[in-house]
DNA sequence: ATTTTTAATGTAAACCTTTACATTTCTCTC
DNA sequence: GAGAGAAATGTAAAGGTTTACATTAAAAAT
């Protein structure tokens, strides 16, 4: 079982011919004639023969691969937009290489060396913060990298967004017409721009219907649903100065709102409203099935990839970038966790 | 900005010294004096070296990649295995290539090849079913493969599951316990080796309990939340023949048949018991909190990619190969869906 | 029939490493 | 201080491709 793998050389043995044709016949077939063409065929059957992708690569200079910087592949929200930019690259002959940084430098800096060192040949970020050494160079407007999900301000680096200030104006928008006034939100952890960006829709609503937000109904959270849990016993805690409806910036914390809610005997919603953020699977199925703002995940993945895509085919700076990020736009997807104001 | 990337040669000359002393300064430093690494050093930092992995990887014949094919990333069981195998991996120095097959045997195939045309040094197989190309050399006991999670029948590679007959088993004999008689079961797709196990496990249990099992109490779903939801639909649409208690082959199948019992008025745990499978994050913030076998995800992950680690290090067959599967235990974490059998 | 043009193939360099082997430079020892 | 042995470094090949350039063969034009 030694069995030896063979190479463009045996290939070229076997068909008669010189090894340049070979890779000629398979890769400019056009150029080669219909005869050697087909002897070459014939040999790479006889010989078994797969290109060594190594050594194509280096001498091509580039490596076939697409980093994707993800801060937690746990998280269903990033599975979904990886199958997007997953299909977009196999088509285009690129593999995904997925980085889970779990949010630490370090890991970042690691993984986007890959790039220096031709381990990769692009990147797409999912996570909201330039990488050291990208960060120290001025990212130049040339460097195949994207940026998607979180936009990182002051980086002109092509990017592809929802817009997560109106989308969570959209959502607490949606809690006073149903005639909250006393509106909690949990969101995200600080430094995250997708907390600032949410927290500040959130804040406009209030603004735009008269009602002053209050510091201590708003939450930090991080996503999951546990300090969901934790932001809903803190915010329901008092009878007293209870809010009325919650608006959450992801489906999990939602969910652990619910938990918690129930705990002190709330009814969803007729006693607290309660809004998600993603529109992840298990949102529509939980109990009440819960209104949340539908994050369109495979488009998502699909803009980013065809951004970089376009970056890599064009050396010259692509349109995209200079007309400002692309935006995908969100739905609020109204279910049962919300309902009027109780009286 | 056109930079050019600093080679070992220009780390050399900077340190006036060959590039052997370079590549030999960095790996073998113990071989090098003391003043020529320095010297190397500050070159490498004076020209931003970083090596080209591609090229190391040619001469080396490596890829440095292992390739982790599984059915499908965006389920979250899968990316928690996934967070064990990457840790192990990157510690050995290799890095992770997911390979979503979405159950494609083609997209396997495609995969798998990545091993022949080195583009990746091993593989771990999360979804049960060897690719093709595997399956017909007959998988020597060599070969850099490793399987997890699901057994295949009559492959003598290494292998890391849980006991799925017996966790089923177990699951099947606390509703039992709990006094149930007419228990249903919702297994995975046909010709998954899974659901075998899961049914003959559920059968053995009820059997061992001297119940006669029903076949129209089996529906095969596909461990979707939607599939369960057919499932509970249709298992529970006859209040003469219904169920008193659901064991389900996924988390997600088991909250689907408790969204379908909800439309139905049944009242979880009190007219209907559900068990899951998996143990996913939500089963434990589902309302009722969900029952279910523990899959111990990561441990499963670690496992194999030690297993993996453990053949590529020596040619020779390792002990575990001999000594059949590994099997790490489950448990089962009895919640609030399941209750006494209501009389 | 001879030259010119075109098509098909071959030769060899380049991509960037690592490492076996050869060579040089020390450091002892007598 | 010469010779041996050890330590450090250098030279060059190898790894499997792709491709610019050179060469040959065939077809077209004179």
Known sequence: ?????????????QAGVSIA???????????????????VQTAIAATGYT???????????RSGMILL???DIGNPFFSSILSGIEKGASQAGYNVLIGDTQNDPEREATYAAYLRSNQADAMILLNGRLPAPLAKAPANATSPVVIACERIPGCALPTVIIDNDEASFVATRHLIDLGHTRIAHVSGPTGNILTTDRVTGYRRALKSAGITSEP???????FSIDSGIAAGRALLADAKTRPTAVCCASDGMAIGVIVAAK??????????SVVGFDDIPHAAAYD???TTVRQPRRRLGEQAIALLLDRLGSKIPSAHHDSGPVIVP??????QSTGPCPS
């Open 51 to 61: 290109a060594n992708v190594m050594a194509r690569n280096l001498r091509l200079n």
């Open 263 to 272: 705990e002190v005997g709330l009814r969803i919603p007729q006693d607290l």
């Open 216 to 222: 201590n109904l708003i939450y930090r959270g991080d």
């Open 21 to 39: 044709t070979v890779s000629r016949a398979l890769h400019k077939p056009d150029v080669v004639s219909e005869t050697t063409r087909e002897k």
């Open 69 to 71: 910087l993800v801060p």
């Open 288 to 290: 009440p099935p819960i």
């Open 1 to 13: 079982m030694t069995e030896k793998i063979a190479t463009i050389e045996d290939v070229a043995r």
């Open 330 to 335: 969100t739905e609020l997807i109204i279910r």
